[in-house]
């Protein structure tokens, strides 16, 4: 009676809380009637509050089922730079990171590799990327900072409400050779600042 209706109820208010339920009372197959329409329609889902709900679930129960995590990091890899950019996908992409771990992520990773600086200026996609940092191995994350220090719009990045953010965290993060050309490439910059407080 439900398999029909899944997209329909995860979207509800109150059959979202059905679909959730039925994903730990049941084992696959079973639950395949639920897994193959959110992966389907993976970008609406995820976009929408009710529905992030039961994506999230999704991920967290995939952890143990191997083909239902391919299926579901196929599609969110194929879509994380929609998605990290999205006031509700973001949160799909960093549960994802959360549950699954960093090397697990590496499609997600190269998906939004190249794109660092437009990511970590934006106000959703900056969680997303002081996520990254956190979450992947010590050659992404390497890759990823260095995309910071080698591009020439640093005094935008440290000057935003919301890149200042990432760029804190990858002093934290960045290891000491790395972190001593990070620092320079924020020198160079931070006396055109127009914001103190930044």
């Known amino acids: ?17 059905v ?3 039925l994903l730990y009372c049941f084992v696959p197959p079973c639950i395949d009637c639920i897994y193959f329409p959110v992966v389907s329609k993976l970008i609406e889902v995820a976009q929408h509050p009710y529905g992030l709900c039961v994506l999230k679930k999704c991920i967290s129960h ?10 579901l990091l196929s599609r ?19 549960h994802a990171l959360e549950e699954w771990g960093g090397a697990r992520c590496t499609p997600i990773f190269h998906s939004l590799e190249g794109r660092m600086m437009q990511l970590s200026i ?12 956190c979450s992947a191995p010590p050659d992404f994350r390497a890759r990823f900072i260095a ?8 005094s935008v990045l440290v000057n935003s409400n919301y890149g200042h953010y990432v760029v804190r965290r990858a002093l934290q993060l960045a290891e000491p050779p790395q972190l001593h050309l990070l620092l320079a490439a924020i020198r160079g910059n931070v006396g055109m600042l127009p914001n103190w407080r930044l």
């Open 62 to 71: 995939a952890k143990a089922l191997r083909k239902h995590q391919e299926l």
């Open 76 to 94: 969110l890899a194929q879509h994380a730079l929609d998605l990290v950019q999205s006031p509700y996908g973001n949160y799909a992409i960093q």
């Open 122 to 133: 934006q106000k959703f996609s900056s969680n997303v990327v002081e996520k990254l940092f």
């Open 19 to 21: 679909v959730q339920r």
């Open 147 to 154: 995309e910071l220090i080698e591009s020439e719009k640093m």
């Open 1 to 17: 009676a439900i398999q029909d209706h899944v997209i329909e109820l995860c979207m509800d208010p109150n059959g979202t809380h």
